[in-house]
């Protein structure tokens, strides 16, 4: 079950809501979660097709009662994506011993199993390090900062999550891996997936996309996008004469 | 109260699963967003410059523990945009009275108003209607179809919801108003903002932005992206040499 951590800021309209936040499109959700990022959860609660008529009843289900609020909603797929900061080398107080970094992973795991069996567990391996960019940014700051990931040290980080991920028998993604075959397996050409050598931009974050969809279609697929029911009908499958009829939907258990 | 209407997809890691919604750039928060809209939230549980060693009490606090479950997020922020299916002419199954959608509107604030009182609620007008691309598009389908919006239908309804969100003293975010300035008063040059007439692109979404940030700053500046405090705190804020202490947060009454 997901605890509750963030309030809630919700979207609540049709496909102008729904579609707010669509690829390549920058819409108003996609900004409101960039701009409330751990602060409030934005929920798109936006339903392509639908009128007032049949958001009415919507809304009296998204908006919770008084028995409702013995509730929270189960975690079906939970993505873990550390490492970059873990590698940082020392003095860094960001930097964690690679031992200590697979016991807290570790550790992860097995909260997630004993707390939240029904969820499917992701690792995300740290991409790689773009030393040259990395190195360029820091010495502009100021005042000017050395040097606080090395290549080799961060692909470390990448293969332990990996070898983690094989023992204990969840899902990993290698983004790791498939962003360095992107590349062409050339440190400097990785600045075409990030700009400051750590960070990714959109390029970057599309090979990480679809690496993560392959996981879920291969070891995950009840929980492939296109396998999952909508929670309320699509609009042309409403029961235009008796709306209410198709618009309570008795929560699965 | 946030009712438990769609499970969750949960993102956890650093700065690479924070910034993962940045607008411009395409991130994989985005997309998930965008693919499981209608069928699991996707909340970013992304903790810039966190490490495993401050991530771990972090996702103890995120995964329900036993007794969490009988607590559901506050909706500190609810927007209502409704109106552009409302306005379709009949013969549309979609079409509501205008007089209708008033009730409706007015039914939805009553329900959150008795509900979740806490909830500051902002309407939103539906956007105008650019009846030249939109019977364009219909009758490019297969088969044509029939223009199913007016541009004057569309700005009743608009005007309709401004007006009911004064009376209400709700606060309101004029789409209608401010995407109609925007493109110099002219339907045809609404297509700069919206590809078929009826759904926002980019530039259309961002005018509807800027605006509902306006709104929160002048009528619920406590919501305010600014004005809120993360929940848990940035990097720099850890108390490096015990993480634990500072890393375990109190939820907000």
């Known amino acids: 079950m997901s605890a509750y ?10 496909s102008i809501t729904q579609g ?31 009128n007032t008529e049949w958001g009415l009843p919507i809304l009296d289900q998204c908006i919770a009662k008084p028995h409702d609020t013995v509730r929270t909603p189960k975690i079906k797929v939970l993505t873990i994506w550390f490492g970059a900061n873990d ?16 016991a807290n992973l570790q550790a992860m795991i097995t909260l997630v199993r004993e707390r939240s069996p029904e969820t499917h567990i992701i690792l995300i391996t740290a991409p790689p390090v773009n030393t040259i960019a990395r190195k360029a940014d820091l010495e502009a700051r100021d005042p000017p900062q050395a040097l ?6 961060s692909k470390a980080y990448a293969d332990a999550t990996k070898t983690l991920a094989a023992e204990h028998g969840v899902g990993v993604v290698d983004a790791w891996g498939a962003l360095w075959t992107a590349c062409g ?14 960070h990714l931009n959109a390029r970057g974050y599309e090979v990480v996309y679809h690496e993560l969809i392959k996981v879920i279609s291969e070891r995950y697929p009840d929980v492939h996008p296109d396998k999952l029911e909508s929670v309320f009908p699509l609009w042309k499958d409403i029961d235009w004469a008796s709306p209410q009829s198709s618009l309570y939907v008795s929560r699965r258990e």
């Open 5 to 14: 951590v963030q309030d809630v800021f919700m979207l609540f309209g049709d």
């Open 185 to 198: 397996e050339e440190e400097a050409k990785f600045a075409a997936f990030s700009g400051d050598g750590l």
């Open 20 to 50: 707010a936040w669509a690829p390549g499109d920058t819409g108003i959700g996609q900004r409101l979660s960039h701009v409330y990022a751990r602060k409030l959860d934005v929920l798109n609660r936006g339903y392509s097709g639908y």
């Open 148 to 153: 606080d990931r090395l290549f080799a040290t």
């Open 87 to 102: 590698a940082c080398i020392k003095p860094s107080p960001q930097h964690v011993p690679l031992e200590r970094f697979i």
